[in-house]
């Protein structure tokens, strides 16, 4: 086993991006979705469970995985979780493919369900891995650096999607998808993250860096490292919880119902569902895809400019949620669909960039893995499992995806709320930084 050290650290963004993007797969979902429902002849308003996995995979993938990978990655390092990560994914990756095997939907839900947890707890245990990792190695720049790495998550869509639906279109939703998705992921998780990854000291900083000047105080900034406690005393940490579990619960309502939503605008301007499915669906999600990526480095840049994750997630919530409704609005015509979805999906891109970017910048380095791992949890991991569900649930209850929007956009604005009450609340704290600093240099110059 090797580490990569100080001379080479973008080696850890760089591939970080390249690993995510092809080893997490749960993007898919909302492709496979119409296709379950389709192999086991589920009725039109009985698909809610089919989308409940989005509840496992957010079990797996926010909730349980990343705590762990935090938890051993400040005792460790990243290359156990690393590893553990690739076990898992390829677990759930066989595990659907004995799925797609079963003879009847109530033998192969509970199948569909726990598949979904292990590809997605895998994803969690890397996704708690890489983003601690890029945050050790880059005080200097952790917006651009962070927008690197987890753009990965989203790009891979633009290669996985059509590869996805080349396979479907050539030899039918089968467990070969499974198969090749497992593989990718295991070859790059170990192969790569295990084999290469390492971490500085928690208080390393990059030859030749200094610290910026603090405008309160005019003296260089010191880095103050909070522990998990200190952080759940801190009122930005609910404040940030706030605004991820709201902005994360709306996010994948949208995303992961994405298809069955085409479906529903689309057969109403005039397309077949097959159509949409398996022609529309796989180019949307690339495009997306494409966009996100762009997002993420021009929100990651921004915030590195604007200094503040509280400047900056104010601008991702409510452009972002303005968009949906936009987005809905014109859904019956292709073209308006991919129109309103470049400038949404590149609103969408910036989220998990000043997410990431966001802990260590208010909470410092030294235990990042349990404060970022912990605050995600149970914030974002709550919107991913329940978001996709009570999507789906409303359309089946409703007839349609109208409610089910409205209830995104509120919670978008909801976010928009919780990031701007940040930026107050940091205003008051370096206003009474500067005062004190202010009123220490008084005393100096009396004495």
Aim: a positive charge.
């Amino acid at each position: 086993m090797f580490v990569v050290g100080e001379s080479k650290r973008w080696f850890y963004p760089i591939s970080a991006f390249f690993i995510t993007a092809f080893a997490l797969s749960t993007g898919l979902w909302t492709m496979f979705y119409p296709n379950i429902i389709k192999v086991f002849e589920i009725a039109p308003d009985k698909t809610a469970p089919v989308f409940l996995a989005s509840l496992f995979t957010g079990l797996g993938s926010m909730i349980m995985g990343p705590p762990i990978a935090g938890f051993i990655f400040d005792k460790k390092g990243p290359k156990v979780p690393a590893l553990l990560a690739g076990f898992g994914i390829i677990l759930g990756m066989f595990i659907l493919s004995t799925m797609l095997k079963q003879p009847t939907w109530a033998a192969a839900r509970p199948l569909w369900y726990l598949g979904s947890f292990f590809v997605g707890f895998g994803g969690g245990l890397w996704g708690g891995t890489y983003t601690t990792t890029v945050a050790r190695w880059f005080p200097d720049k952790i917006g651009t650096a962070m927008g690197l790495a987890v753009a990965g998550g989203g790009t891979g869509i633009i290669i996985m999607s059509p590869l996805a639906g080349y396979i479907i279109r050539s030899v039918g939703f089968s467990s070969t998808i499974f198969a090749v998705l497992g593989a990718m992921a295991f070859v790059m998780l170990v192969g790569v993250g295990f084999l290469f990854y390492g971490v500085p000291a928690t208080d390393w900083k990059p030859k030749g860096w200094v610290p910026p000047v603090s405008k309160n105080t005019g003296l260089e900034t010191v880095e103050k490292h909070f522990t998990l406690a200190e952080a759940v005393r801190d009122v930005r940490f609910w404040i940030l919880y706030g605004g991820f579990l709201c902005s994360a619960f709306a996010f994948m309502l949208f995303a992961q119902n994405a298809s069955m939503i085409l479906v529903e605008g689309l057969t109403k301007g005039g397309l077949t569902s097959e159509e949409v499915v398996g022609n529309v669906v796989p180019t949307y999600l690339a495009f997306v895809a494409g966009v996100g990526f762009l997002g993420r480095f021009g929100w990651g840049w921004l915030m590195d400019k604007l200094g503040s994750p509280f400047k900056t997630l104010p601008l991702v919530y409510f452009s972002s949620g303005v968009m949906i409704w936009v987005f809905f609005m014109g859904y019956t015509s292709l073209t308006a669909v991919m129109i309103s979805a470049a400038i949404l999906y590149f609103a969408f891109g910036g989220e998990p960039t000043v997410h990431y970017a966001a802990v260590p910048a208010i909470f410092g380095r030294k235990h990042i893995g349990k404060i970022m791992t912990s605050l995600n949890a149970f914030s974002v991991g709550i919107g991913i499992a329940a978001g996709p569900y009570v999507g789906a649930a409303i359309k089946d209850y409703t007839g349609g995806y109208y409610w089910a929007i409205v209830l995104a956009v509120v919670l978008r604005m909801m976010a928009t709320g919780f990031s701007l009450t940040g930026f107050f609340v940091t205003k008051k704290l370096d206003a009474a930084e500067k005062a004190e600093a202010d009123a220490i240099r008084a005393s100096s110059k009396a004495s």
